[in-house]
């Protein structure tokens, strides 16, 4: 399809790559820190940094930041906004400011958890089935187109109707189930076009096996698609959990955002006036997921330097 | 008063969150009607970035910082986009570089040009048709391209169909930024002759944008070489061909020959007569027996190559099997819907004698890089046989390919592509000598070190550490031939190992090339279309055409005296600035 | 023709991967479709013991060895035959399904599409005037917006512009006692209960659509082509529509094939916030009673929605893409 | 632009109310045996009597009365002059017909009558019930079966199927507009008590979020509003009202069969730990009472209570008394955990379904009292279905669920207590969840069952009281409030606490009670 012969596309793919790891050595601590330099240096991406800093600090010290008990119900129910309830109470009588902050755990931990799980997966799939031939990337072909195209949430529903009660466990088997997929396929061609690249052929006389190929040679270059893929796996597990959680379809006791949600739904906080039920738990779930989507700019830079800000050719 | 007027002019690269590059460093010149101006120069010296000033097509982050650019009277600097785009009407038009990809995939050839008439508006719209037609024409294609897609043309077509759309401008300076780069070199002269027919035709002013020096001066009458964004040198060609007075145009010149020629002589490679003396000859003249196998390990064979630092002692063993190839072909299967099963190979034949260095040209496309795929093991033929020793390599299975890759090597094209970039250059060499040896630990060190040595990569401890991006081209292609020389192989298939190289690091590889060779008396299928650097370092020639062997024999003979049509025109293929120095005698 | 060909074998093959295994999910379900119907009596007070002997009589008992019923189950899906809804009993699934499904393909159908051209025109615009306030507005915008869960955006829409400010309904696709019919009262009353629901759909999905045209189509504008329109002189309208956006909305088409699941995914959250009479609540009421027989047929239907979607798309991509045509 | 809004406070004698909801809209199906009928079927159709739920007392509406000769007899006087809202005369043949029509089709006895009829025949304006055995409380369940006319439905191929477009019945209302979003029922003009009938046209909205109750200005709504006063009372102070009188008692059951759920004394400990009062201000926001032990729904029955239980049954957290209760059972506290004998904390595992949040929240404070004991409590939450399943196969250590609320004291002691209901483990049951077993327990059933005389039956329900003060089978928590909301702008005389002739629930028969007492607000 492409034009023969032209061998300019693929040098500026390996300049690409240059670009995108300088020094990166052997050492795995600094190809992380080098990773978190080229987003950082993306003024959008910093901001996303920022913001799920902030997030990550809030889970992780929850019990210091939250005035009182997540599950505490000893005040009275529904309070509007006062001094000793900064977002009022809910209708069970718990502070809505230390929902918040305790609700972040969860959220930081599907997302870190079920992003983890879906990239690991993506990239075992991804990286095998771009490195396959023959009849067993076929059937791999497949099995992703399909879980590509069944639309995801009636299928996570379904699925969570089935594993009921799982708790935040089920969840993020749920969205790793259905998640996987667009990781892998990403993945898979861009495993598919370092394949056909030299270096990867050397290794063949360098004589190293398949398992060697794909995880040294392949693996290490896609790290900056990796880390996107991990951070869209992510958004979406965050969203999906408030999702489910808000249809009631997994644990309403834990205090999640997606929970606070449906337990405001719940208790009509519209109808009382209370709008800060919804509109607080629902906001952190946006800025996080907006900060995932932000910490991305700065992924796609490190991949495609084209777009840089200013950059045309 | 002159066409186009350019002073001080500078240009320079201001990429986000990285150093300033100036691209272009205060050029002056002048172009006057009519001109036909050579701008060469190695890659990155600046040529395009030039180009792109002078039409008007700099773009972020590119700016041009400093100095003026007069069209025809007016600094199109202070023009407004608007100004410009009217401008490009009867103005300044461009060829780009990668020409082939200059035609919007999803329009019909026909709708380009209706578009750049409906922009100008200089065509009126019951002519656009014809007015299309005769464009195409000029550039030597029938009309029926307009009816079709870019997808649908090769790369020639496509390349001309960028130049007849140009020239749709009826610009009076033209721009043709490489424009042939990307073709082979049978279409490549096509085109190059295309051009030059249009601009004596048109008379425009036209500036050609060229690494090619040698192109360059078989078609312009003035040149201009670039090095580092500046002009060095401004004169006419016969001037250049004459009296280089800068050292770097000297160095480009020096690195030209005639592979038709007698005697060829290129610095730092060993010239090569009609009749040199055999290297087969040479090699058993040093010690290391060809023919009968070797027991045990033969005393060194410590050869002064004036171009190479010490070669270290062959601890193997020489070439002492040959490949041969018999009776080969391969048919890739229909690719997509409508295609054609191809033929990439057809009744190939040849024995790659142990010791031997043996060429395989062609235009491209005509099978060489299947062919090497296919001694190696990479991929299995259609039919026919290949061995090596007791291997059948036609049959190789995957678990035997290692036995086999531990004698016969690769050196591929692109040392920018060869070396994954995030490892350094001693994990690449460690790779393989873990891989094909038994040495561990400080052993398998040292050898790599030997390798570097090899190769003439000192001080190796310094290169051991060094990542890809941080070597020249140059250097990189040697860590890649260290790499093929690590399992110490019997036979080295080299696929085009320079085309990727500037002029100047070109002859620095083949030396090397070569001189291993000779040394250490492996083997070496030598793949290349381009003929000079087969007459510098191989005795055997083969000639491929769409899959077949056209001609075979000694390489001088072959290129001196060529048998066959094909061969004739590869060789006529071949600028020759010196031979059409007295066309401009001056 | 071939081209078509494999696309529908593919098509076919998806689909009955489709229906397989929306076989065994829901048989993977504890919990009889009697106990459902008790459970969901139970929430209006305690049931007495006689009830589920009837209940049980009702609704009937699937029998056979699981691959007769598998068969069975085939046999019935190629007849467009689910039986029988456990939940609306004795209403059929197909007759419930029938109902839905107009509302939520007008809905998500007409609604995606707008967002789609919209999303891309912006996208189009931002890439084509970057770093002027123009790209900075819809780029940020649709960041956020994207990142907004449906419901929540659902559940704001219905709080400040249906209850606060009391200007459209909160609820249901149409008045309550309007018949669905083909006049202009009627419609006018449907487009009006659509407007929050489309609303929300059209705000959550249109962020994706912006970023990703922008994104491929500042690839394209890198690309030779456009720099070669532009040294040409062409208009830059002519550059930025028909040769940078006419080839970066190839990738974004395939793309938006995929993200319509998506779409179809979040107008179930937003059926349910709004009681908008879609599959999407449909499914949810199936899902919550354990209505095998509906849930199987609905999870089916917006599965073959979305392969075929999927397949139209990819179908116009071979129209618009030369390249693929042959 | 909205029909709600207009027929909402139109004194046309339209009453809005809040009674079926679609899933989000209507199918059309009246057929009065089915399970998924639309609501309002129930107010077209009639019973041979109407019993408040709350008190248990019953309203003659297709009959006149009955009278039991025996303890084995049921003879219903069938009303005159009743006519099928097409015209034709109901008879006691269409009695018959409907009984006769339920034991040809057993998928049709959603009452189970006929676990108790043995045979019934018409006796010129009678019909004689002659049951399966003594059986007193019979009749309150053959009150409860509609009747529907024989001309009609002697001709329905499939009476399990057939969704009665068109319902021809008896009662005050009959189907006057309908459409997927909402229907309309008119008033019966032919009605034999149409003088009772003050509501001209009823008004059933498929969609009833809260935001409509309260916005749109209802008449009657059933629902369980977070914060009545702020949002339904707000809406209109002057006429809006509730009440939520109770309407089951909810419970923890614990699974009798297994240890420890089976020692007494581990119960007891269990039910001295809880605070009912918080647990069900917690669970229902503070508009239900905490339920005593007795097993009563009190006050409604405060007439059958059993004098000598202490504090009317009710039981008080006392952690020490827990404390002693568990260390009997052998479970002893350890720092601050209730170890058994081995070490290992005490840990529970209570079954609730997904999506009872209020249960769930009263849990939630079930939980943190018996972690304050040592307990660690567990809660599962599978869907209703597999919750339903779970508890009919006794797959569970304990669950909560709710018991009571027909109004007959048998019924409900029966149901819960009597071991025909305890099958063994693993296979279905449909009541007695908790597989109790008393000999002496069952032979009161059967003399409560056999008794017609009022004070005989007081005394054998207080007996029953004391077993379920004592051995505790479930532990009560609060009651199940039924959630009334209605406004008397159009229409006065709601059933109220003071006036209790009917609970505020809108489904099954007793709503005919209500439609029959409205008066026009003037
Ligand atoms: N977008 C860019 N950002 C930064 N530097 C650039 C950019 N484009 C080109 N350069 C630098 O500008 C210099 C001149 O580039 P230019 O493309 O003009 O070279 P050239 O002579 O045309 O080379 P070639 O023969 O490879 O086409 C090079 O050093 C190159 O690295
Ligand atoms: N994997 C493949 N599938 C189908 N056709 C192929 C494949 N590889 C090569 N070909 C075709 O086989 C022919 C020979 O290709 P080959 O790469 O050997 O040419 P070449 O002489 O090396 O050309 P170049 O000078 O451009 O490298 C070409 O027509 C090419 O299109
Ligand atoms: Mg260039
Ligand atoms: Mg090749």
């Known amino acids: 399809m492409t034009p023969t012969g032209t061998t300019r596309p693929a040098t500026s793919a390996v300049k690409t790559i240059s670009r995108g790891h300088h020094d990166a050595g052997a050492n795995p601590l600094r190809v992380i820190l080098r990773a978190f330099l080229t987003i950082w240096s993306v003024p959008k991406a910093r901001i996303g940094v920022a913001l799920l800093g902030v997030f990550v600090l809030l889970a992780v010290f929850a019990p210091v930041l939250a005035p009182y008990g997540a599950t505490d119900n000893s005040f009275d129910r529904s309070e509007d906004m006062s001094a000793a309830h900064w977002l009022g109470t809910t209708a069970a009588g718990q502070d809505v400011l230390s929902q918040i902050i305790y609700g972040a755990r969860v959220s930081v931990f599907v997302g870190f958890v079920a992003g983890l799980l879906s990239t690991i997966i993506a990239v075992l799939i991804g990286l095998s089935w771009g490195y396959l031939r023959g009849l067993a990337g076929d059937v791999i072909n497949f099995i992703v187109n399909l879980f590509l195209v069944i639309p995801a949430l009636p299928l996570m529903i379904v699925i969570a109707a089935y594993l009921q009660n799982g708790g935040i466990g089920m969840i993020v088997l749920v969205v ?68 489910l959680e808000f249809l009631g379809l997994g644990d309403s006791t834990t205090v999640s955002w997606g929970t606070m949600l449906f337990w405001a739904q719940n208790s009509n906080a519209l109808l009382t006036g209370q709008w800060v039920l919804l509109f607080a738990p629902g906001l952190c779930i946006s800025l996080l997921a907006t900060s995932m989507s932000l910490i991305n700019f700065g992924v796609d830079g490190l991949s495609n330097p084209r777009l840089r800000e200013g950059a045309q050719r | ?194 051009i030059r027919e249009l601009q004596k035709a048109e008379r425009f002013t036209a500036v050609l944008i060229s690494h090619d020096l040698g192109m360059v001066l078989e078609v312009t009458e003035r040149v201009m070489v670039m090095h580092d964004g500046l002009i060095v040198e401004d004169a006419t060609a016969a001037e250049i061909l004459a009296a280089p007075r800068h050292p770097y145009t000297r160095m480009l010149l020096s690195h030209y020959g005639d592979p038709r020629a007698a005697v060829v002589e290129v610095p730092g490679l060993a010239s090569r007569g009609t009749e040199r003396a055999t290297n087969v000859a040479q090699a058993v003249a040093g010690g290391a027996p060809v023919v009968e196998p070797v027991v045990e390990p033969v005393e060194p064979v410590v050869e002064p190559v004036e171009t190479t630092p010490t070669v270290r002692r062959r601890e193997g063993r020489a070439a002492r099997e040959a490949i041969v190839v018999s009776g080969v072909s391969k048919v890739y299967p229909r690719h997509s819907r409508r295609d054609q099963p191809v033929t990439a190979v057809n009744d190939v034949s040849f024995t790659l004698e142990p010791g031997a260095s043996m060429a395989l040209v062609g235009a491209s496309g005509s099978g060489k890089s299947t062919i090497a795929k296919l001694i190696t093991g990479v991929e299995h033929p259609t039919s026919g046989t290949i061995t090596f020793g007791d291997l059948r390599i036609d049959t190789i299975r995957r678990r035997q390919l290692k036995r086999l890759h531990t004698e016969v090597q690769m050196v591929f094209q692109d040392p920018y592509a060869a070396l994954n970039p995030l490892h350094t250059v001693e994990y690449a060499l460690t790779r393989p000598v873990l891989n094909y040896s038994s040495l561990r630990g400080r052993d398998a060190r040292r050898r790599v070190l030997e390798l570097l040595e090899t190769v003439g990569l000192t001080p190796v401890e310094q290169f051991a550490a060094r990542l890809p991006h941080q070597l020249s081209g140059g250097q990189r292609q040697r860590v890649v031939i260290a790499r093929a020389l690590a399992s110490d192989p019997q036979v080295i298939v080299a696929d085009e190992p320079v085309s990727m190289l500037d002029v100047s690091l070109r002859a620095g590889v083949l030396a090397l090339l070569d001189s291993l060779r000779e040394t250490w008396g492996v083997s070496m299928l030598y793949i290349t279309h381009d003929l000079l650097s087969a007459r510098l370092v191989t005795d055997q020639i083969m000639v491929l055409n769409q899959g077949s062997v056209v001609e075979e024999g000694r390489t001088a003979t072959v290129l001196q005296n060529p048998q066959d049509d094909y061969t004739i025109r590869l060789l006529d293929a071949i600028p020759a600035p010196r031979s059409s120095a007295p066309r401009n005698p001056s | 023709m071939r081209y078509l060909l494999g696309k529908v074998g593919l098509l076919l093959l998806t689909l009955w991967a489709a229906v397989t295994l929306n076989f065994l999910l829901p048989r993977l379900m504890p919990g009889s479709p009697a106990d459902a119907a008790i459970a969901k009596l139970a929430q209006n007070g305690p049931v007495s013991p006689s009830t589920r002997a009837a209940i049980e009589a009702q609704l009937g008992v699937p029998t056979g060895s699981a691959w007769d019923q598998y068969l069975q189950y085939l046999n019935n899906v190629v007849r467009f035959d689910f039986g029988v809804s456990y939940t609306f009993f004795p209403q059929s699934v197909a007759s419930l399904v029938g109902t839905a499904l107009p509302w939520t393909l007008v809905l998500v159908g007409f609604v995606t599409i707008v967002a789609f051209v919209c999303g891309t025109l912006l996208g189009v615009l931002a890439a084509w005037k970057r770093g002027t306030w123009l790209d900075t507005l819809p780029t940020v915008g649709g960041t956020f917006a994207s990142a907004f869960p449906y419901f929540w955006t659902a559940l704001l829409l219905l709080f400040f512009l249906g209850y606060v400010a009391g200007w459209f309904p909160t609820s249901g696709a149409y008045g309550s006692a309007a018949t669905p019919e083909f006049t202009g009262t009627f419609l006018l009353d449907a487009l009006y209960h659509s407007i929050l629901p489309a609303t929300t759909i059209l705000i959550t999905s249109l962020g994706g659509w912006i970023l990703g045209m922008r994104s491929t189509m500042i690839n394209t504008l890198g690309d030779d082509y456009v720099t070669f329109a532009e040294a040409n002189g062409l208009h830059p309208g002519t550059v930025a529509i028909r040769y940078a956006a006419r080839n ?11 993200a319509l699941g998506g779409v179809v995914g979040g107008s179930l959250l937003v059926e349910r916030v709004f009681s908008y009479p879609g599959v999407g609540y449909l499914l949810y009421t199936a899902v919550v009673n354990q209505d095998f027989p509906l849930m199987q047929a609905l999870f089916l239907i917006i599965t073959i929605s979305v392969l075929l979607a999927n397949f139209i798309v990819d179908i116009l991509y071979g129209i618009l893409d030369p390249r693929t045509r042959r | ?177 309908f459409t997927a979003n909402q229907y309309t029922l008119k008033k019966n003009q032919d009605y034999w008590q149409a003088d009772k009938v003050a509501v001209e046209r009823l008004v059933l909205p498929a969609a009833n979020s809260q935001l409509d109750v309260v916005k749109n200005g209802y008449d009657w709504a059933y629902a369980f509003m977070t914060d009545v006063e702020g949002t339904w009372v707000a809406a209109d102070k002057q006429h809006n009202k509730y009440w939520f009188p109770p309407g089951g008692t909810v419970t923890l059951s614990p699974n009798l069969t297994k240890a420890p759920y089976n020692d007494v004394n581990f119960r007891q400990g269990l039910s001295l730990a809880l605070d009912r009062d918080k647990i069900a201000k917690d669970a229902e926001q503070g508009y239900v009472e905490a339920a005593g032990q007795s097993g009563l729904l009190l006050p409604n029955q405060e007439a059958w209570l059993n004098p000598d239980l202490p504090e009317r049954g009710a039981v008080v957290q006392n952690e020490t008394a827990a404390l002693a209760a568990f260390a009997k059972a052998g479970y002893t506290r350890q720092g601050d955990k209730l170890v058994d004998a081995s070490g290992t904390q005490l840990s529970i595992n209570i079954l609730t379904a997904n999506g009872y949040t209020d249960w769930l929240q009263g849990l939630q404070t079930v939980q943190s009292q018996l972690g304050k004991v040592g307990i660690d409590v567990k809660l599962s939450q599978p869907q209703p279905a597999a919750y339903t ?134």
């Open chain 1, 176 to 243: 790793v189930i259905t998640g996987w997929a667009w990781g892998a396929r990403v993945l898979r061609s861009q495993t598919q076009s370092l394949r056909s690249r030299d270096f990867v052929t050397a290794a063949v006389f360098s004589g190293e096996s398949p398992a060697r190929i794909v995880f040294r040679e392949i693996l290490p270059n896609m790290t900056s698609l990796i880390v996107g893929s991990f951070f869209g796996a992510s958004t979406a597990a965050i969203l999906a959990e408030a999702g």
């Open chain 2, 1 to 194: 008063m002159s066409l186009v007027s350019v002073q001080g002019l500078s240009v320079v690269y201001e990429p986000n969150g990285a150093e300033p590059v100036p691209a272009v460093k205060a050029v002056s010149f002048d172009l006057d009607q009519g001109d036909f101006v050579g701008l060469v120069g190695e890659s990155g010296s600046g040529k395009s970035t030039l180009g792109f000033a002078l039409t008007g097509l700099s773009r972020p982050p590119a700016r041009v910082c400093a100095g003026s650019i007069i069209f025809d009277g007016v600094d199109i600097a202070g023009l407004t986009p608007s100004q410009l785009r009217v401008q490009r009407h009867g103005g300044f038009a461009m060829v780009l570089q990668s020409g082939m990809n200059a035609l919007n995939p999803v329009r019909s050839i026909r709708n380009h040009f209706f578009d750049i008439f409906a922009a100008h508006g200089h065509v009126a719209g019951r002519d656009r048709e014809a007015r299309a037609a005769e464009l195409v024409g000029k550039v030597e294609l029938p009309a029926s391209v307009l009816d079709r897609f870019s997808g649908e043309l090769s790369g020639g077509m496509r390349q001309r169909v960028s130049i007849a759309l140009a020239l749709s401008l009826e610009p009076r300076l033209m721009v043709f930024d490489e424009p042939t780069t990307a073709l082979d070199v049978l279409v490549q002269h096509a085109v190059m002759d295309t």
């Open chain 3, 248 to 258: 970066a909305i190839l990738p974004n088409l395939t793309s938006f094939g995929l």
């Open chain 4, 1 to 177: 632009m909205n029909v709600n809004k207009q027929s909402a406070g139109s004194s046309d004698g339209s009453l809005l109310v809040a009674a079926d909801n679609g899933s989000p809209t209507f199918e059309k199906n009246f057929n009065p045996f089915s399970t998924s009928k639309r609501v309002a079927t129930t107010y077209m159709y009639e019973p041979l009597e109407v019993t408040n739920t709350l008190d248990g007392k019953a309203t003659p509406f297709l009959a006149t009365g009955n009278t039991l000769p025996d303890a084995r007899t049921v003879v219903y006087d069938i009303r005159k002059n009743v006519t099928w809202s097409d015209g034709e005369a109901f008879t006691p043949a269409d009695v018959a017909f409907t009984f006769n029509l339920v034991k040809a089709t057993p998928a049709l006895d959603t009452w189970g009558v006929w676990q108790h009829i043995e045979s019934l025949e018409v006796v010129g304006d009678t019909v004689v019930f002659h049951l399966q055995a003594d059986d007193v409380p019979a009749a309150s369940i053959i009150d409860q079966q509609l009747i529907v006319p024989e001309h009609i439905w002697k001709d329905v191929k499939d009476p399990v199927t057939w969704k009665n477009e068109k319902p021809v019945s008896t009662g005050p209302f009959v189907l006057d507009t």
């Open chain 4, 389 to 522: 399943e779970a508890l009919s196969k006794g797959d569970f250590d304990m669950a909560m669920n709710s018991f009571g609320g027909t109004g007959s004291v048998f019924q409900d002691m029966n149901t819960l207590l009597n071991s025909q209901f305890a099958t063994p483990i693993g296979t279905g049951t449909t009541g007695n969840y908790g597989r109790f077993n008393d000999p002496k327990v069952d032979a009161l059933l059967g003399q409560l069952k056999a008794s017609t005389d009022e004070a005989d039956q007081k005394a054998i329900s207080a007996q029953l009281q004391t077993v379920l003060y004592e051995q505790l089978p479930v532990i009560s928590l609060f009651y199940g409030g039924l959630w009334g909301l209605s406004s008397d702008k159009n229409f006065t005389n709601w059933p109220s606490e003071d006036n209790a002739y009917a609970p505020p629930n809108t489904w099954n028969s007793t709503p005919l009670l209500i439609l029959t007492n409205l008066k026009k607000a003037s």
